[in-house]
C-alpha cells in the first residue's frame, strides 16, 4: 500500500479556487489510478474525479464537471485536484486513493491505500 498525504486544503470563498494535492512516497506512481473523494457531514462518501496510471483517462462526479480538473505528475509523485468555481455545499474533507490498477474509477471501494484527508470549507 502507498502512503499518501493530502494538502493545500482551507477555506475560500463561494466562487473562488482551491487546489489540492496528493503526495506518495515509497513507490513508483506509474502503475497507480488515483482518485479524489469527499466526505462531508451527514452525507455518503463521493467519489469527485479520477485518473488512470498513464493519465490518458480521466473522470468526473456530474457536479463538478468543467470546474475541476486532475492531473498527475509522476515524476513528483503528486496527483492534484484543481477545483474552481467552489459551492458552499462542497465543503468536506477531501481524501486521495490509490490502487494498482490501470483504470479510472469513481468507487471507493476500488481503492486500498488512503490518505489522512484535507478539509476543504467554502463559506462567506
Known amino acids: 500500500q502507498l502512503q499518501l498525504a493530502e494538502s493545500g486544503g482551507g477555506l475560500v470563498q463561494p466562487g473562488g479556487s482551491l487546489r489540492v494535492s496528493c503526495a506518495s512516497s515509497?513507490?513508483?506512481?506509474?502503475?497507480?489510478?488515483f482518485a479524489w473523494f469527499r466526505h462531508a457531514p451527514g452525507k455518503e462518501r463521493e467519489g469527485v474525479s479520477c485518473i488512470s496510471s498513464t493519465g490518458g483517462s480521466t473522470n468526473y462526479v456530474a457536479s463538478v464537471k468543467g470546474r475541476f480538473t486532475i492531473s498527475r505528475d509522476n515524476a513528483k509523485n503528486t496527483v492534484n485536484l484543481q477545483m474552481n468555481s467552489l459551492k458552499p455545499e462542497e465543503t468536506a474533507v477531501y481524501y486521495c486513493a490509490a490502487v494498482p490498477l490501470a483504470g479510472c474509477f469513481l468507487k471507493g471501494d476500488e481503492y486500498d491505500s488512503w490518505g489522512q484527508g484535507t478539509q476543504v470549507t467554502v463559506s462567506s
Open positions: 515509497g513507490f513508483t506512481l506509474d502503475y497507480y489510478a
